[in-house]
Every structure is written in C-alpha cells, then in structure tokens.
C-alpha cells in the first residue's frame, strides 16, 4: 500500500515560520502554531517516533497481507472462517472484564473532534462519547492538530468555547460521558510528519499524541484508574488487532501503568473481520471493550470484497438495511461472540428496518421529523431486544428516542451481556455471512450514490469530515458505498433492474449523470458556493475513482493527497 511516499505535496508559500523542537530523525512539516506546539512537544514526538519505528514493519506486513486477500477475493475466493484458528473460535476464555466507568454504555454519541462538538457531545446525556479522527473527520493538518488540543483540554476538564455569531458560551456540565477515541485505521499516512524519512501512520500519530497527553488525567478524571478508552477502526483480520495490542503494551509500559489498563472496542466494519470476531478478541483479551457493527464501512466492505464477482452486485444503497439476511447475521453472531467472551456487544449509526439512513433530526419539517424518530426508536428496539448493550447516535436529538428505546428494555442492569447470551446464532454459518443483499438497481441509486458522493467529498476537501445531506448523515463510510458500488456497476455494466428499460451502466451514461447532477447541485447550494468550494475537484476525483481500472482501496487516500500543505523546516531548503 501507498503511504505517500511517492506523492510530492504542495509546499506552502510565504515565510517560513518557527519549527517545533524535535527529536532525532523527526521532521514535522505541518504549519507551526504555539498551541500546536504544546502537542508536538520533543517528548511527545518521540513517544510516537518509538511506536512508529517499533511497529512500522508490522503494518508494512499486515498492509500487504490485505493485498494478498484481495488478489484472493478478486481470482474469485470467497472469505470465511480461518480453519488454523479453530480452537480460539472453540476454546473457552474470556476477555478481561468490563472496566466499572464504562460498564453502561447504553448510548453512545459520536463526532468528529471539532471544540464545540466535543463539548455538546460530553454534555448531550449519552454514556459515552466516541470522538473521532476516521470516518467523520477530513484529517488535515489543522483538523488533527485542534483535535488533539481540543481532546486535552477535554479530559483536564477546562473545555471552553465562545461562538461569536450567536453569542454563545460552552462548557462542561458536571455530569459528562465518557470520552473514547477513534484513531485513523491502519492505511492512512500522516504526511506531515516525517520519521526517519518516512510519513508517520496516521494512527500511530493519532494514539500516540492523545496517549502521551492524557493518560494519567483520564485515568484519575474519567476511567476511574482504568484507560484511556478507544474504537479501532476498518481491521481485516487479528494480525492487525495483535498490532493495537503490541501498540497497547508498550504504552502501558513505558507510562508505567498496569497492563491492561488501555481498553478498545473494534469495529467489526470489513467482511473479512466478521469471520475474524474470536480472533481478534482474544488477541485484545486483556485490552478489549467489545466489538461495534461498524454498518456502513461493513456494506463497503461487501462491495469491495466481491469487486471482481458479477454476480454479487448489491442493489441501490438504500435498500441494503438492517432486515437484509447477511446484516442481521453479522449483528446477531456478533452479539452473541462478543457475549460469550464476557464484553459489550454494539449496535451501529441508525440504521432502518425498511431503508437505510444514518437518520438526523429534521428540523424544519415537524412531520417527517417525528416519522424519523419513530423509525429510529424502531431500529433501537429491534438492537436492544437482540442483545446489543449500547448503540451510537449520530446527533444529541437522537439520544432520547434511544433511551425510551433501550431503557424500558434493559431492567436495571448496566449492559445484557451475561443476560442475553443468544446461543442459536452460534450455528451462523458463512453462506448466511455472505449471502446477496435483495433488492433492485435503479437510475435514482446512480444519480443519488453520484450526488452525495460528490457533495460528500467536497466538503471533505473544505475541512468537514461529516455533513447533513438529504436529511441524512453523511461521512467517510456512507461516501465509500456511493463510490464502491458505481464503480462496480461500471465495471460489469450493470443492469438497472428496477427501472425495467433494460438501461445499462455505461461510461457514457455515467458522464451524462455526473453531469446533471453536477447541475443539480450547482441550483441546490447556489452558483457563490458551488464556484468557491470544491464541487469540481471533488467530480473529477469521484468520477476518476469510479471509471478507475482498479477500485482504488480508499476514497480517502487519493483525496488525502489534496489536503496535505508541507510547510518547509527553517533554514531548510524547500523540497
Ligand atoms: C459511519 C460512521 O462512522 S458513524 C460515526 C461518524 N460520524 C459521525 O460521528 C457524525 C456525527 N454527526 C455530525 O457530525 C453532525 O450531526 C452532522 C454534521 C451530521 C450535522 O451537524 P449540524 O449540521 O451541526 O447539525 P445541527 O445543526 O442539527 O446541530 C444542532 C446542534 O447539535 C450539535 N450536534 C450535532 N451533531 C452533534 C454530535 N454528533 N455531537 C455533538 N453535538 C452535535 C451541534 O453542534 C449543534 O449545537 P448548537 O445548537 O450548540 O449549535
Ligand atoms: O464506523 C462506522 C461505520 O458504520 O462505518
Ligand atoms: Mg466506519
């Protein structure tokens, strides 16, 4: 895989400005800021130098071992259980029991590490609070380094924000969630800072800034001796758990703190983890928080997996919901693996029995606004009656329909997990884990998977990692399904079956729809807008990705080539 290398960034014009103090064989070549600067202090770069040059060669390892599975899956392989790890899937053992602070994890809000979002999230009621550096976040230089100022700032507990336009204060209430955070998944490069030569991997940068910054506040303030907390996102398979774990270890370790005082939950979002659950739980045994459905990476993943398959093309994105065979079979044989080693079963982004929506409130629509919640309370039920402990809210608004959902539900414990055990779904086989998605392809899915897309990634390429589109919330996972499944339908010229004209989908047909929708949006956002953000940038990297030869791996690593200004070392030669 491409860590950027390669790649030759953008140099930024003007003076050069004040470099950050750092250790040998560091180099960091994003914008220099003084509050920037108290994260990028010599200690802490060298923590992550250590990690870095410690595990590079085991991500190096594992990212070509994904690529062997993809040649697999693309010669026509299916994935599947691993018959070596047999007695880890049969063996009886448990993970490490649940840390007391966060035993109740009933609701749980996420977003991205933006300052006023953090501290409506710590404040919004919910149990937890998962705060972002992948899916919802555009990770530029600015992005991440706030993220990190914005996180310490929330585990000392001094948070502040002032909102100029409303005149409006934030702070912390006396009751907050606790803070779990979200580090990039295992591709993504941080091409702003150089060890020994080499752009960092983005969640090495990420883990090991907001670990070296917050471990003993957090532990004292929040996890009551335990943590920090954590997600792992987009893992394929327990070699890359096994990696967190080493990462967790030395940490622990060189903090000099208990081992397995660092705990996290993984996504279960790629189909070659569903097959993985066991293993990657017992290789985290000792820092594991559960497992999450991570949904809407999962459908991705579907697409991506079986992108040489014709005969595995998904229907129109909103039909691919919760009532589909191989959704709730992932959900169901992961509540009940997750229960059987003793840890938090999570459900996922709202997700609706009868279409699929990441729902946020409607607020100029009374109407449609209590239909939505009412379909949400419905798809939290249909979780909490499963077994699932928790869920994820995209928008504090939702937190109530899931409480009224979930609360009457859960007697008065904190989570089902020794209540509700589920040992049917051990019987779960493959062909239920990969079975085809029903439902039809039509012109509206190509038109919709084309325009959100496109609005998608242009504001990814402004700064915004999520946004509200069409009443529902977009981010890097949903995107990834629009892309994914055009290209796959380009590629095998697919039929639009729902629309009974027998119309295919061609290059040509694909450039008329990029087209119209390109119009469309234009009238939608107005012609100041459209001219003065990235709309065009984003069509030509969305269209070249799904016309590509080869399905690009992540939308996100050729956007992230556009979002990367080096800024040059003092005294240094520009590149
Ligand atoms: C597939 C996955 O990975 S899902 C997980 C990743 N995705 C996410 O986390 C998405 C999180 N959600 C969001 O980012 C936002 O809700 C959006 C972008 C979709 C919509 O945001 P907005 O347009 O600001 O929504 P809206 O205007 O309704 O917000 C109303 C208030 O709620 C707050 N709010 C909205 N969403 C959140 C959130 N997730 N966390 C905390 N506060 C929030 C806003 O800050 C705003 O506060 P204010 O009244 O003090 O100004
Ligand atoms: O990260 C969550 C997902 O659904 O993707
Ligand atoms: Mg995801």
Known sequence: MDLGTSYQYPVAPGPEADGYEVPQGVDVRGRYDHEFAKILSKDALQFVAELQREFKSHVKYAMECRKEAKAKYNSGALPGFDPTTKKIREGDWCCAAPPPAVADRRVEITGPVERKMIINALNSGAKVFMADFEDALSPSWENLMKGQVNLRDAVNGTISFHEKARNKDYKLNDQIAKLFVRPRG???????????????????????????????????????????????????????????NNVFEKAEKIAGIENGSIRATVLIETLPAVFQMNEILYELRDHSAGLNCGRWDYIFSYIKTFQSHPDRLV??????????????????????????????????????????????????????????????????????????????????????????????????????????????????????????????????????????????????????????????????ATAEISRAQNWQWLKFRAELDGDGLGVKVTPELFARVVEEEMDRIQKEVGSDKFKSENYKEACTIFTRQCTATELDDFLTLDAYNHIVIQHPKPGMPRL
Not at 322 to 329: A, C, K, L, P, V
Not at 346 to 359: K, N, P, R, S, V
């Open 315 to 476: 229907p129109d994105r909103v039909q691919v919901g919760m009532s589909q065979h191989f959704m709730r079979s992932y959900s169901d044989l992961l509540i009940y693996t997750c229960h059987r080693r003793g840890v938090h079963a999570m459900g996922g982004m709202l997700f609706l029995f009868i279409e699929q929506a990441a729902q946020i409130p409607i607020r100029d629509n009374p109407q449609a606004n209590e239909k939505a919640m009412e379909l949400v309370k419905m798809d939290k039920l249909r979780e909490v009656k499963a077994g699932h402990d928790g869920t994820w809210a995209a928008h504090p608004g939702l937190i109530p329909p899931i409480l009224e959902a979930f609360n009457p539900n859960m007697g008065n414990a904190p989570n089902q997990i020794w209540s509700i055990t589920r040992p049917e779904a051990s019987s779960i086989s493959e062909e239920d884990l990969l079975q085809l998605p029903r439902g039809v392809r039509t012109m509206e899915g190509l038109r919709l998977n084309t325009r959100v897309g496109i609005q998608y990634l242009a504001a990814w390429l402004t700064g915004s990692g999520a946004v509200p589109l069409y009443n529902l919330m977009e981010d890097a």
């Open 186 to 244: 295992w591709h993504l490069p941080e091409a702003h800072i150089l060890i020994d030569g080499e752009p960092a991997t983005g969640c090495l940068v990420d883990f090991g800034l907001y670990f070296y910054h917050n471990f003993a506040n957090f532990r004292e303030k929040q996890g009551d001796g335990f943590g920090p907390f954590f997600y792992l996102p987009k893992i394929e398979h327990s070699r890359e758990a096994k990696i967190w």
